[in-house]
């Protein structure tokens, strides 16, 4: 049996002869040519990225805005207070407070790529992001995270030197020294946010490109991709284990030889007095590395999205905006140098 089926291709029209046992095989096969087409077209004319944020509920968007409104806000001036309470108060012109001030600078800048345009998309129907934009947000974001887990490396150097090696402090620590750990700082975390952007930008999302998070991060770009991962997963892994690690095995031979150290203090005043100077250093390394680790170090089969977006916010929003508190709360260099800035602006 056979029958006779008209096709139109353009403005003209195509008689075909063929068996209904073809039939179901010709539908399968147009049906497939149809969806590749739809994919190809839709890719090729889409130019960015949906993000999806942290919630699809109408009703979370406004109360959410507000959450993060304040929580942005309450950054930025917690961090600026200390930038200017250290530079204001000649006491606090040292090694620890240089790299506690750019610190803060880093996680205003880190929390101001991220934050803004979620605040922004809370308010937003379509939640759209150019690839441009995709890439930027992507590069300046791994940037200024590593360079934060840097100045943490650097503190915590500057702590080991304090009560390792306290005669030889001025000189180890000088200002050049500490101007050098900062370059250093800065221009590695750069390379290696280029290069991370690099291989991202040479991924295919196929047709879909929703990102299931509330900003660009690499973890959902790879499980967006079509393309094979594993390379660039096995790039990422080893150059994200050199980059991030390094800093946090500094951290944790700094407190080995600290610990070492104060435990040979004969008196308990003088363990605490030496711990208490690192106890604030700790709290925030804790929280930022704790995070970090959690999301970033497992495999990519095992990560998931909306499982992890509250490790993700705690390092992206919560611990800059909660470093101020840390740092000063129980230090009281802070404190004083806080009540001189606020003496010195209210008179």
């Known amino acids: 049996l056979s029958e006779f089926y008209k096709f139109e291709v353009g403005e003209e029209a195509v008689l075909v002869k063929l068996p209904l046992t073809s039939l179901p095989l010709l539908l399968q096969t147009l049906s497939r040519k149809f969806r590749d087409m739809e994919t190809k077209n839709y890719s090729s004319s889409t130019s960015g990225f949906i993000l999806l944020g942290l919630s699809s509920n109408p009703q979370l968007q406004k109360p959410l805005f507000a959450i993060f409104l304040i929580m942005y806000l309450v950054t930025v001036v917690g961090n600026v207070f200390i930038i200017l309470a250290i530079y204001s108060d000649p006491r606090l012109q040292t090694p620890m407070y240089f790299f506690l001030s750019n610190l803060s600078f880093m996680d205003i800048c880190f929390t101001t790529v991220i934050v803004p345009k979620m605040l922004v998309n809370f308010l937003s129907e379509t939640n759209v992001i150019s690839y441009v934009g995709f890439l930027v947000q992507m590069y300046f974001f791994m940037a200024f995270a590593n360079t934060d887990s840097y100045l943490l490396a650097s503190m915590a150097i500057d702590r080991l030197v304090a009560i390792c090696n306290p005669l030889h402090y001025d000189v180890v620590m000088k200002p050049q020294h500490c101007l050098l750990m900062l370059l250093g700082s800065c221009s590695i975390s750069h390379l290696h946010s280029l290069f991370r952007v690099l291989l ?3 991924l295919s999302s196929c047709a879909s490109h ?24 096995m790039v990422v892994m080893t150059e994200t284990l050199a980059v991030i690690v390094t800093p946090f095995l500094c951290i944790i031979f700094s407190y080995l030889r600290i610990i070492v150290t104060v435990l040979r203090i004969p008196s308990a005043a003088g363990k605490w007095k030496a711990f208490s100077t690192c106890g604030s250093h700790l709290t925030a390394v804790s929280l930022f590395y704790g995070s970090i680790i959690y999301v970033y170090f497992r495999p990519l089969s095992v990560y998931s999205v909306v499982r992890d977006r509250v490790a993700t916010v705690m390092y992206t929003v919560v611990t800059p905006m909660l470093n101020p508190f840390i740092y000063s709360l129980r230090n009281k260099d802070m404190k004083r140098g806080l009540k001189k800035l606020r003496d010195r602006i209210y008179s």
């Not at 770009?221 to 594993?230: A, E, H, I, P, Q």
């Open 200 to 202: 991202m930008s040479h």
């Open 210 to 233: 929703v990102i299931k998070h509330f900003f660009c991060d690499t973890q959902p770009v790879l499980k967006l991709s079509c393309s094979d991962t594993s390379s660039n997963q």
